[in-house]
């Protein structure tokens, strides 16, 4: 069955409206190597029994932390999540919701964003938080964009310290946009360069940008980096991209950030081979009529009982078109929702010895490899679940050894920036248990 | 519908009082009856220079949001602070207590390209129609 629903009249047509002969002419783009020549070659359709059969072989042979003793983290962690979350995420009533525009039949989407909302507000020791962005990468990038109208600057101060991916993604945001970003380097300890900072903070400057835990896994200084950028009236943008970290470090809203933002996809929401994941955004009510995103807030009905609207829609571009906060004009509502639901089930204790785990078990790995004759820990600052190890050779030679002892031994990270070379960085969760930690550190001892 | 005819007016409903080279900026009490209750209204830096036609703030009310254009170029010398606190007061006094900014007018000749009350009144009638 062909599904195609324009005729070649109608083709035609929409070709002629645009300026283009065919809509092949849309693709000329792509680089002629890079095009498909010919036809598909497509097998014959199969019987539904020998589909399925065909499916499930394929099925098996995906890989996953599952099939895997896995230790890799760089923004995406493994973690259990109870059953009980997609138990109730999958009910109905919340399955099909979307952005609750009509407040009188979305009472418990409502409801369910508010508490999120709150539940972000606390952890992240700030004002409020938004309903969700659409990634950690994407927040931090709205944050920079929100510094920028709050203080009417175009410098940015960015650490390198942050995940590479999110510096790119922020990048992206701002390509039509006058603006320069100052990359803050890191030093040998893995912290950002404070002195750099001191240097080139002024009044130009619209934000300064760190991540803690930071892309190799470090604890940043915050307190003394939001005190100076405060001096010269530079907002203060804290990220992470490990919410469990939330469970055992000091709130940023405490230690000087103007903005809170990073990814949210640790509490309870599954790898799922990249996504969707959550973009957590949170500042200060002072500032909120900058602030991207949707915002639900509590309110009272006309007979007194309490009730759930979206409100301050007006930065939204919904209402302002060109003129919004933010062209975002959804939220991550599902990730949003099984977030909510699994810190209820975790409860603030639950969070705490989580967290706790997390750590104990990231120290005991790294402890364990770094006795190996030949491996070094890279950065000597306190870090949470995943830290940096220098190997004796390229971990492009060692990884694939480990791969063949079905162990994901961590990421290479040679290429994210200079003085690199040979390194490691490797997470432990709660989903490594000591058997699995002390089975890495054994093969890795076979395999250099 | 209050036009007070010592005024000069916008096609954006704003009202102007000129006295001297300086202009008193607010919106019209057409305006705020459109908007129905003001709940937020955002104004520029003083100091700031700005151009004919250029948005100098945000007036949000409980049912919509519009930008307020600036009817003179000139330069900000002066923005009505209490409405930050108090955005009902635009509702209550649009004439009086709620004008937004005062400018230094640059360009003396755009005065005459403002409406005055006759006009503006004959401009609501055909908006209302």
């Known amino acids: ?94 399955a099909t919701s979307y952005t609750p525009y009509q407040a009188e039949i979305s009472q418990g989407t409502l409801q369910a964003i508010f508490e999120f909302q709150t539940m972000i507000a606390s952890l992240t020791g700030m004002d409020l938080a938004n309903a969700g962005n659409y990634d950690g990468a994407s927040a931090l990038a709205e944050a920079v964009l929100m510094s920028m109208r709050l203080t009417k600057r175009k410098k940015i101060l960015i650490a390198d310290s942050i995940h590479p991916e999110y510096r790119q993604v922020i990048q992206t945001y701002l390509t039509n946009i006058p603006h320069e970003l100052i990359s803050i380097p890191w030093k040998e300890n893995g912290r950002v360069d404070f002195s750099f900072i001191q240097s080139r903070l002024s009044e130009e400057i619209a934000a300064v940008c760190v991540q803690s835990p930071n892309a190799f896994g470090v604890i940043e200084d915050i307190q003394p980096i939001s005190d100076l950028a405060r001096v010269s009236g530079a907002l203060m943008v804290a990220s992470f991209t490990e919410a469990i970290s939330l469970g055992m470090l000091r709130p940023f809203g405490e230690l000087g950030a103007d903005i809170v933002v990073g990814e949210g996809a640790s509490f309870g929401n599954f790898l799922n081979l990249g996504g969707p994941y959550l973009g957590i955004f949170a500042t200060k009510q002072e500032d909120v009529r900058q602030m991207p995103g949707r915002l639900v807030g509590e309110t009272v009905d006309i007979d007194g009982k309490r009730g759930y609207v979206l409100v301050l829609s007006t930065r939204e571009q919904h209402i302002r078109r060109e003129k919004a906060t933010s062209n975002i004009c959804t939220n991550q509502a599902l990730c949003a929702l099984a977030t909510t639901v699994y810190l209820s089930l975790l409860g603030p204790q639950g969070l705490k010895n989580l967290a706790q785990i997390n750590y104990t078990h990231a120290h005991y790995l790294r402890e364990g490899l770094s006795k190996i004759p030949g491996i070094h820990r890279k950065f000597s600052s306190p870090h949470f679940n995943e830290f940096v190890i220098e190997l004796p050779d390229s971990p492009t030679k060692i990884l694939p050894r480990l791969r063949q002892k079905k162990i994901l031994g961590g990421i290479n990270i040679e290429n994210w920036g200079k003085g690199l070379e040979r390194c490691l960085l490797v997470c432990a969760t709660e989903m490594n248990s000591k058997e699995h930690i002390e089975e890495y550190i054994q093969a890795m001892k076979e395999v250099l | 519908m209050n036009i007070p005819e010592d005024l000069k007016f916008t096609t954006e409903h704003e009202w102007i009082r000129i006295d001297g080279d300086i202009a008193t900026i607010g919106i019209t009490d057409y305006a705020q009856e459109q908007l129905g209750d003001i709940v937020f209204v955002e104004l520029p830096e003083e100091q700031e220079n700005v151009e004919k036609g250029d948005t100098f703030g945000v007036v949000e009310s409980t049912k919509s949001v519009s930008d307020l254009y600036v009817p003179l170029t000139g330069t900000v010398m002066e923005t009505n602070d209490p409405l930050l606190d108090s955005p009902e007061i635009i509702n209550e006094d649009p004439y009086g207590e709620g004008w937004m900014l005062r400018l230094k007018i640059k360009r003396p000749n755009e005065v005459k390209e403002l409406l005055d009350a006759k006009a503006y009144q004959k401009l609501i009638e055909e908006e209302a129609e």
């Not at chain 1, 783009?29 to 020549?37: A, E, H, S």
């Not at chain 1, 072989?57 to 099939?67: A, F, H, M, Y």
Request: charged residues 25%; without cysteine; glycine residues 8%.
């Open chain 1, 1 to 94: 069955m062909r599904y195609l629903p324009h005729t070649a009249e109608e083709i035609q047509k929409m070709s002629e409206a645009i300026g283009v002969k065919s809509p092949e002419e849309l693709f000329h783009v792509i680089p002629d190597n890079l095009r498909f020549k010919g036809k598909l070659d497509l097998p014959l359709p199969l019987p539904e029994i020998d589909l399925i059969r065909h499916l499930k072989e394929l099925g098996r042979k995906n890989e996953t932390v599952d099939s895997l003793n896995s230790f890799l983290g760089g923004g995406a962690y493994h973690h259990y999540i109870p059953v009980a979350v997609s138990a109730i995420t999958s009910r109905g009533e919340f």
